[in-house]
């Protein structure tokens, strides 16, 4: 009898151990996208808010001058095609994946 609440106490530890580390370790994935057509800090600033309001973003950073929006996403929540469309939807700035070198 205290076997079997032995073994009950364990398996439920096990389960609270897994389900707390698959919590604490989201995901995130880093993509570099050129931007092209800003004119100062201000659309810079601009393209920052937008993609800090995409869900999925959990970073980012828009370099003007550079024209590079470097973020950092959840994968499981978005991915790198929809962040340029959200940036080429909610801004004046054309979008476009930077080639990997
Ligand atoms: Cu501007």
Redesign the pocket.
Known sequence: MKLAILKTFLATAFVVFCFTDTQAQDKVETVEVKVTG???????S?VHKVLNETAGVVDNEVK?PGDVAVIKFNPEKTNAEEIVGVIEEKTDFSAELKEES
Request: aromatic residues 12%.
């Open positions: 800003m004119m100062c800090g201000g659309c810079a601009k003007y």
